[in-house]
Every structure is written in structure tokens, then in C-alpha cells.
């Protein structure tokens, strides 16, 4: 039997070390400049690879089991929609680890920027904006959850002040992804992507900054949030029960 906080703290124990080994590792290599990529870029390259996937993959499964108790302690009546849709979200955002696990933004063998878009950048982009979809969500739905309750304490206002901080944060980083995309898939020098060789950028523009800034942001918010529920599970326990199935002669 076990504390349910000892499994918040793995969980995001884990989190903070498969993004924070492999990242402060690539930096070390000089390969960014400014050293700012986005969490995606760091985790393109090996073994750093293997590092968040070793670390995110269980951090994720931790993190379901986490989502499922946080969902059965913010019982509050007439608000079981908002609860319902932030477990889902919540379950979402930590699934999206793996899929993110699965299919890296890296280096490939392929010809051309065409079939790299298409089988690395859409793929991964797909997880990356589930993830960061799903988190913002999860915050603001808590906001929601706990906005004029009738035991208000630090918590309850910290869970609000998150969403003050994610909300702006997630509507400037799309506008600054989508000028982004725009300028990496546009056209260079009349080329078409099927005639190009790609390779990942490495001298981040300030667009990459604001992008990485607003990325960071949300991913913090989302811990922020998640650690809002220590007093609560330093309440509960949580522990595996184990049946013994008696079998008849």
C-alpha cells in the first residue's frame, strides 16, 4: 500500500526525466543555436531517442492510472460533464506520449522532403498536437471544474490561475506553428519538395522561438496542474488487491 502522491510524483517524475535527460543532452552536443528547439527536435536523435521513450512510455501508463483517481476525487455535483470530458482529456494527453514514443521527429533515409513530410512530419504532428490539444483542455476544464466552489482553497486557485497562463499561450503558439509550417513547406528558390533533400533545421528562427516559448508553457501548465492534487492524494492511499480463485476437485 502506497500514498496515492507517490504516484503522482512518479508520474511526473518520469515526464521531467524523458524530456529534460534527452534535451539538456543534445544541447550539450551544440546541434541548436539559440539552444531553444522544441521538445520533438531533441528527442530526434539516438540514444536520446530511446531515453524519452524509456522513461515516457511507463511515466505514461502511471500517469492513466493518476488520471482515473483525480477523476473519482473531484466528485462535485451538477458538474459531472466537466468531469467526464477532463478524465477523457487528461487519458488523451498521456496517451499521446506514446504515440509520440512511436513515431519520432528525426532523420530519415527518404529521397526527399515530399515523402518526409509525409511519413515523418504528418505522423508526429498529429501526436504533438493531441498532446497539446488535450492538455489545454484538461486545464481548462479543471478551471472550470473548481470556478466559484463553495470550499475554496489555494489549490482550487492555482488550478484556475493555470488557465490564465495555458489559454494565451496555446492561441499565440497556433498562430506561430501555422506561420511556421508555412514557411518550411513553402517553396524554395522555385524547387518542388519532391526535389528537395530535407534536413531538420538547426538555426531556430524567431518564429521557432515563440513556438518552443508557447510549447514549454503549456507543457509546465499542464505539471502545474497535475501537482495542484498533492494535498488530495497525500489523503488517499492506493494499493492492489489480489483474489484468490479457489479451485474445486
Known amino acids: 500500500m502506497a500514498k496515492c502522491s507517490h504516484l503522482l510524483f512518479l508520474t511526473l517524475g518520469m515526464q521531467v526525466l524523458?524530456?529534460?535527460i534527452p534535451y539538456i543532452s543534445v544541447l550539450q552536443k551544440n546541434i541548436f543555436s539559440p539552444p531553444l528547439p522544441f521538445i520533438s527536435q531533441t528527442v530526434g536523435f539516438s540514444p536520446e531517442c530511446g531515453i524519452f521513450t524509456f522513461f515516457l512510455v511507463p511515466g505514461s501508463f502511471f500517469g492513466i492510472i493518476l488520471c482515473f483517481i483525480i477523476h473519482k476525487t473531484s466528485d462535485i455535483?451538477?458538474?459531472?460533464?466537466?468531469?467526464?470530458?477532463?478524465?477523457?482529456?487528461?487519458?488523451?494527453?498521456?496517451?499521446?506520449?506514446?504515440?509520440?514514443?512511436?513515431?519520432?521527429?528525426?532523420?530519415?533515409?527518404?529521397?526527399?522532403?515530399y515523402e518526409w513530410v509525409l511519413s515523418v512530419l504528418c505522423v508526429h504532428m498529429t501526436g504533438a498536437m493531441l498532446m497539446l490539444t488535450s492538455s489545454v483542455f484538461f486545464v481548462i476544464l479543471q478551471a472550470i471544474l473548481?470556478?466559484?466552489?463553495?470550499?475554496?482553497?489555494?489549490?482550487?486557485?492555482?488550478?484556475?490561475?493555470?488557465?490564465?497562463?495555458?489559454?494565451?499561450?496555446?492561441?499565440?503558439?497556433?498562430i506561430s506553428l501555422t506561420a511556421l509550417g508555412f514557411e518550411e513547406l513553402?517553396?524554395?528558390?522555385?524547387?518542388?519538395m519532391?526535389?528537395?533533400?530535407?534536413?531538420?533545421?538547426?538555426?531556430?528562427?524567431?518564429?521557432y522561438i515563440i513556438t518552443a516559448v508557447c510549447e514549454w508553457t503549456i507543457t509546465l501548465s499542464m505539471w502545474c496542474t497535475l501537482l495542484t492534487y498533492?494535498?488530495?492524494?497525500?489523503?488517499?492511499?492506493?494499493?492492489?488487491?489480489?483474489?484468490?480463485?479457489?479451485?474445486?476437485l
Open 230 to 248: 498533492y494535498e488530495e492524494m497525500q489523503k488517499m492511499n492506493l494499493f492492489i488487491k489480489v483474489k484468490r480463485k479457489k479451485i474445486c
Open 18 to 20: 524523458g524530456i529534460f
Open 194 to 207: 519532391t526535389q528537395m533533400v530535407y534536413l531538420l533545421p538547426t538555426k531556430l528562427s524567431m518564429k
Open 146 to 174: 473548481y470556478w466559484n466552489c463553495k470550499i475554496n482553497t489555494d489549490n482550487y486557485f492555482y488550478r484556475q490561475k493555470m488557465s490564465y497562463i495555458i489559454t494565451p499561450a496555446a492561441f499565440v503558439g497556433l
Open 77 to 113: 455535483q451538477g458538474k459531472q460533464f466537466f468531469q467526464n470530458a477532463s478524465f477523457l482529456f487528461g487519458v488523451l494527453y498521456f496517451m499521446s506520449w506514446v504515440f509520440l514514443c512511436a513515431s519520432p521527429f528525426t532523420f530519415t533515409d527518404l529521397p526527399n522532403k
Open 186 to 192: 513553402s517553396l524554395e528558390e522555385g524547387q518542388s
